[in-house]
């Protein structure tokens, strides 16, 4: 359902743009870059800088950063992740903020369309303009495409998660690549679907999950915010959908369930689609399946992205010169370092030898690392518009009915289309303009 008060952020209470007439020009006056910046100069008095994030995952980063500059130290402060985005939002209206926010790429769209946060291009990012790939960089630009307010530390591409003993026992491929190269085909995705429903085993747990698989293809909004998931491609997977659901091919368990866990231990789920931070999740659930399960790219031949992890600095930042000196460190030399999964956002970083030579045990020595930089050479990227979240609502929405109703695929499309347009043109409108 609509919001009546929503435009292009969570609420009017936030103070961003809305129909009521609040003016987000007004929210945080705009400020100056500090003249001492362009000279390189960095104060050695003691500084503290104050982080916001969603996650803990810059604990590393931070003490690599306080190591190489002893004077500085930094506090984060963690919020849930239901909870940041008001907290940023609240902070940047009342311009008391700490100096660097830290935003998952799902919510950053909420961002982009609001004054209170440094164009970091000011600060020196466009010679790094080269070192990312053109979709991330274009990710991480405000709405008007004229100012770059997130500076990407890392990117995940959407994997395939899979029973390697299970896939064997049925006669289906078991190798990672050969089981990649065996699904491209819906046709043999189907046909492990059925065999292992026979006995009430699942590779999806929900009839529209394989929707989401082309989602992390391709944006909802086009750079005009037209709606542009009307094409073959979207038809293709909503009828896929569709074989499931009039197949009873879906476990219909929540994998985040305890239900949801006993079934990936006992097997009843068979296959699940997360991004890099889905190997570490696995293991905890199940280390006593060490061994067996392995991984490979996403069904159907498509390439998905999951997220990126974007730094910002408000414009209220008291330290912004060493607000930026810490966010180019996290993405430019610490990444480099950085041990994991997930894939960094600098390009430079990337191609570790270490890394990729790196196997995973539990994974039965595969080289996980080296896969997943594989995948995001492949993968592209897409822009978040201010208006995604709710709207994505919509279209997922639109999207179960549809399937679940047994509604033809294009008339689904055509549907969620104008559900969409009807509930958001006013506000399309709107940020048309700009």
């Not at 980063?61 to 985005?85: C, H, L, W």
């Amino acid at each position: 359902m609509r919001k009546s008060f929503f435009i292009i952020f969570v609420s009017c209470v936030l103070l961003v743009t809305t129909l009521t007439g609040c003016n987000q020009h007004d929210i945080v006056p705009v400020t100056e870059v500090p003249a001492s910046l362009s000279s390189g100069n960095l104060s050695t008095e003691p500084v503290e800088l104050e982080l916001w994030s969603y996650y803990s995952g810059l604990e590393q980063a931070i003490k690599a950063f306080e190591k190489k500059y002893p004077n500085v130290s930094v506090k984060m402060k963690t919020f849930g992740y239901d909870a940041y985005v008001s907290a940023y939002l609240h902070a940047i209206a009342d311009g008391v903020t700490p100096d660097i926010m830290v935003s998952d790429s799902e919510q950053f769209g909420q961002f982009t369309a609001i004054n209170g946060l440094e164009d970091l291009l000011d600060y020196g990012a466009e010679k790094y303009r080269l070192d990312f790939s053109e979709h991330l960089w274009r990710s991480n630009l405000s709405h008007t495409e004229t100012k770059l307010i997130g500076f990407p530390v890392g990117t995940s591409p959407l994997v395939t998660y899979y029973r390697s003993d299970i896939m064997e026992q049925y006669g289906f491929p078991s190798d990672p690549e050969q089981l990649g190269k065996f699904m491209e085909t819906p046709e043999n995705w189907i046909a492990i679907a059925k065999a292992l429903k026979n006995d009430d085993r699942y590779i999806t747990q929900w009839s529209p999950e394989v929707v989401q698989i082309f989602e992390s293809t391709q944006g909802l909004f086009d750079s005009r915010l037209n709606f542009s998931r009307n094409n073959d491609k979207f038809l293709q997977a909503i009828n896929i959908g569709k074989q499931i659901n009039n197949n009873g091919l879906a476990a219909s368990i929540d994998i985040w369930t305890p239900s949801g866990v006993r079934a990936l231990k006992d097997g009843t789920i068979a296959m699940l689609y997360l991004g890099t931070w889905g190997a570490v999740q696995i293991e905890e659930w199940a280390p006593e399946l060490a061994g067996k399960w392995r991984e490979t790219r996403l069904p159907f031949n498509q390439y998905g992205w999951v997220n990126s992890t974007n730094l910002m600095m408000p414009s209220a930042a008291k330290q912004k010169e060493w607000s930026w000196k810490f966010i180019e460190f996290c993405v430019t030399e610490w990444s480099r370092e950085a041990d994991g999964n997930g894939v960094p956002a600098y390009i430079p970083a990337r191609g570790n030898p270490k890394k990729l030579a790196k196997e995973n045990d539990y994974y039965g020595g595969q080289k996980l690392y080296a896969l997943h930089e594989g995948m995001v050479q492949k993968m592209k990227e897409y822009k978040l518009t201010p208006l995604d979240l709710q709207a994505r609502q919509i279209w997922r929405d639109q999207i179960n009915v549809g399937i679940e109703r047994n509604k033809d695929a294009q008339a689904i499309l055509d549907k969620t289309k104008q559900t969409i347009l009807m509930n958001f043109g006013k506000e399309i409108t709107i940020l048309q303009k700009k």
